[in-house]
């Protein structure tokens, strides 16, 4: 006998599995380019027909149904790259734009193509502690060696640039580091960078030569007051123009994890900053042999990134509905901090953006007996989502 | 075959140029004998003008968004059975992650599907695994066979003509890809005899663990007999080969007398000690057949007699991954089960399955025909598969002009049959050939108007190649 009759599943950054509904414009245009007849159909706005149409005459045999390039479609690269303008102010081009089915193969792609090495001289990517459980399975299958370096949890899960440091030099000892990723907004600790932080991480990369992988798929789940998602690519661009042409830089977004959040769908892309183009080709070349990016989550992410603007019939409603998602991460984040710091043995730092929770848990020793097994922390920490309704709300502290 | 790697470089240069022809066929005032250009190069069906199966579309949308399953222009059959994909998902929605290997119902429904096409064997949904199409469940299942640490290194038996990607799946893990060449005079049919060839040529190269076979071919369009079938199971028993066997153009067969067979009835059927030995990985996917839905992304495995030990870390691979795409995977469970008789979707089903058949037969017909009548042009009858792969007799001035000019000789022909005949086709030289032989290849599912303009331009294209190279 349980004191529940369902679990509830937070494990993962998946917000329909916890009922959160989804986007209808976006939902609107697929259902129409996937069965073209409902051009006809009166219920559907009049935008959503005349965006349907575009899309479709992007696609080959005008079908969803078609191959594309390896790299996605050329309009909806286009359309990423006028988002990315629009968002930075600084210029963006489609040939630098590359479509996966995910970040998490992106990711991939862009080590694997930077991977050699063996024993001391082999790749190493520094990651920091904690990140995203996938991130892992990605570098091993990329075949580098994982630097962990520590974000500063009594600061809000701050980078720290000593502990970066430290480990790049700790590193050099057994691995060739060449790439840092770093997560902004945090995965799994919510934490929002400031300007001067990124700058910071900026100039380590520059000094230090190190490719920088900046994963920022919860950009538009920026809540924390005082706060506000500014982009690795747009702060470089504000620095030295010697390192705004020579510092390199992948930045990584996807369906998955914004208002939109259609991970089913399965769709991502990179942005590749300062790198030769002799380089790009092989992007190009090696996501020719991996995955295909599915056309339905192809066309998603021209949604996602080109939605309806004012005065468009499904404007309202668009803003209604990631208007109300936001607010719900906004409200839960605060809820959930409050009541789990309120709880004995439990610390949670504040959380700005993401949509995870990350505390702290304090062990009593008794639990290391329990468990039979040697070594386990009797301080750890555990993430689960905070997309959720009011479930939480049935809970009893 | 290790130089096959750079056949991607050059299809890549030819997809660009037929990008570029297209862009400037509609721009540049310049005159052609085409308005635009007929793009058969790749196996999709909808790039080269068939329409989709209404009722998969009609579910998708609904899945997609849905408050059409209220909706009454939408008929009975549909809006239920988008009402029962959307439950198998989790919340209720495509756009939740599903487990990684596949969703479960679906898988389910998979095992029914190859059940009854099997004639009642029995399909066990823990060994078919779901994947964002067949060429990534190859490779998962190349990875489990290739020991990259192997010497002598691992080798994998494919034929010749082959499709390149699983051959750079191949290379890529490091193995070895050892060709058995297939009987081009007897319609491309597979022989032992060249299969036994094959394998003793790698003694002292390679350790040959696997046996790679498509049935229906690709791009060759021949269909294994049962009896080619059987003997394929018993060489690969007696050499102890792992059997992967693509079978994505199982519903593609027009040739008269021709029946797919597929090798897990077969092995089934010829009993011990086969049935209970030989080891079985058969592909499938959404990309072709009637579907043709290349974009959806997803396809699916089946595997029999693997050890316990060495499917539990398949599942680890296909598990690591994150999930299919949902859509795709509906599309799928939609493939395998689809409209039956009564269901008010059933007729127009059957109609449009019924229209795509007569248009494929009719092609396949046709291109004989029409390539047969031409000199210096010759193709076997194309039984099964969507393409065709027709032989180039290219006299030594072509053959010259080409090497001059750096290209293969049938690379030569596709470029000049794409800039001045406006047709998209692919040099024989990226699926393999023998020696000295030159093809092309092209999808024939196109719809019959833009067959026939295809076979006037070709016709028209290499009379005159014919003639300015003799």
Known sequence: ?397 | MAARGLDLILHRAQVKLCDKLQAKTQSDGVRRPYKEVIDVFQGDLHRAGMKPLTFVRQVLAACVYPPLINSSNLPLDVRQRAQEELGRCVGGSVGSYSAAPGIPEIIHSISEFIKRRDGGIPSHPENIYISPGSQWSISNILNVLVNREASPRTGVLIPVPCHNKTVLSITQLGAVAVPYYLSEEQGWALQVEELQRAHESAKGVCNPVALYVINPGNPAGYVQSQKSVLEVIRFAWEKRLFLLVDELYQDCVYGENCEFVSYKRALSEMGPPFSGTVELASFHSVSKGFSGECGLRAGYVELVNLDPAVMKHIHTLFSKDACSPVLGQIALNLMTDPPKPGDPSYLLYKQEIEQIRTVLVHSVKKVHEVVNSLPGFSCPPIEGGLFAFPRLHLTPKAIQKAKELGLQPDTFYCTRLLEEGGVFTGPGWEYGQKEGTYHIRFCIAVPQDVMEELLRRLSSFHMTFMKDFS
């Open chain 1, 1 to 397: 006998q349980k004191p529940f009759k369902k679990v509830i599943d937070v494990s993962s950054g998946d917000p329909h599995r916890v009922d959160l509904q989804h986007v209808s414009f976006l939902r609107q245009v697929l259902a129409v380019c996937i069965y073209p007849q409902l051009l006809e159909d009166k219920c559907f706005p009049l935008d959503v027909k005349i965006r349907a149409q575009k899309l479709l005459e992007a696609c080959d045999g005008a079908s969803v149904g078609s191959y594309t390039a390896s790299s996605g479609l050329r309009h909806v690269r286009q359309s990423i790259a006028e988002f990315i303008t629009k968002r930075d102010g600084v210029p963006s081009y489609a040939q630098n734009i590359f479509i996966s089915a995910g970040s998490q193969r992106a990711i991939m792609i862009a080590v694997k193509l930077l991977a050699s090495g063996e024993g001391n001289t082999r790749t190493g990517v520094l990651i920091p502690g904690p990140c995203p459980h996938m991130l892992y399975n990605v570098l091993e299958e990329a075949g580098v060696v994982l630097v962990p370096y520590q974000l500063t949890e009594e600061r809000g899960w701050a980078v720290d640039l000593d502990n970066m440091h430290q480990a790049l030099k700790a590193a050099r000892g057994y691995c060739e580091p060449r790439a840092i990723y770093i997560s902004n907004p945090g995965n799994p600790t919510g934490h929002v960078q400031d300007r001067k932080s990124i700058e910071e991480v900026i100039q380590f990369a520059a000094a230090e030569r190190v490719l920088l992988l900046a994963d920022e798929v919860y950009q538009d789940s920026v809540y924390g007051k005082d706060r506000e998602f500014i982009s690795y690519k747009k702060v470089l661009f504000e620095m030295d123009i010697e390192l705004a042409e020579t510092v390199q830089l992948i930045s990584f977004h996807s369906l998955s994890s914004t208002c939109i959040r259609e991970c089913g769908l399965r769709a991502g892309y990179m942005e590749v900053v300062n790198m030769d183009p002799e380089v790009i080709y092989y992007f190009d070349n090696t996501l020719c042999c991996d995955i295909s990016t599915p056309v339905t989550g192809q066309l998603g992410l021209d949604l996602m990134v080109n939605p309806p603007q004012s005065g468009d019939p499904s404007y309202h409603t668009y803003m209604q509905e990631t208007f109300f998602i936001l607010a719900t991460l906004s409200h839960n984040a605060q809820w959930v901090q409050e009541l789990l710091n309120k709880l004995p043995g439990v610390r949670c730092q504040p959380v700005f953006g993401g949509i995870y929770v990350f505390p702290r848990l304090h062990l009593p020793c008794g639990i290391k007996e329990q468990a039979k097994v040697g070594n386990v922390p009797t301080i750890f920490h555990l993430s689960f989502s905070i997309s959720l309704l009011s479930m939480l709300m049935e809970y009893q502290v």
